[in-house]
């Protein structure tokens, strides 16, 4: 409980390192504690609030959804310090290049990495083509709503209209994300 206070409360500071409001429409729920959700029918989608952030490897450039209207936004919530994450990226860098020209994007977040340097190793090393916002307190994760910070890695993927029609609460592996992109991607 202390542990999900600190987060709420690290989640709520102020500073000019990442943006996030609220007004979205997305209200997370992981009935009987899936970690696997779609959200379907298109019509029963929420939409995040504004994301935007530093950008981990352009310190001082902005990224974030505003960059990518019209477009599919897989976003992985991801640190350098978590074993599995290193073990999805292969397999996002993979989707993220197989679907780009299908108009999917897919956007980073790196949370709780309090040193860049090694967050931009890690980038580097994964040879990682995907912008990701540096949010080493997480203010970011706001946009999300009710979505739950304390899940790491985590995948989200927005339709076109940037609502939410999947979550992964888990590693992904390249096999069970790639059909779920196309799908939403092909969508009219």
Not at 89 to 106: H, I, N, R, S, W
């Amino acid at each position: 409980m202390a542990i999900a206070v600190a987060l709420v409360a690290a989640s709520c500071s102020t500073g000019g390192d990442a943006v996030a409001t609220g007004g979205g429409t997305f209200d997370f729920v992981s009935p009987g504690g899936q970690t696997t959700i779609r959200y379907d029918p298109p019509a029963v989608r929420g939409a995040i609030g504004e994301l935007s952030g530093d950008d981990l490897m352009e310190p001082g450039v902005s990224v974030g959804l505003e960059n990518f209207p019209g477009q599919v936004v897989v976003i992985n919530v991801w640190g350098q310090w978590c074993g599995p994450c290193r073990a999805e990226a292969p397999a996002l860098e993979q989707v993220a290049l197989t679907m780009k020209d299908q108009g999917v994007q897919f956007l980073g977040i790196n949370v709780r990495d309090n040193n860049r340097a090694a967050a931009q190793d890690f980038v580097t090393a994964y040879d990682l083509t995907y912008p990701s916002i540096y949010d080493p307190k997480m203010r970011a994760l706001m946009a999300l709503g009710s979505f739950p910070t304390s899940v790491v890695p985590a995948t989200l993927v927005l339709d076109r209209e940037h609502r939410v029609a999947a979550v992964f609460l888990k590693a992904i592996t390249a096999e069970e994300l790639q059909p779920v992109v196309e799908q939403i991607a092909a969508e009219k």
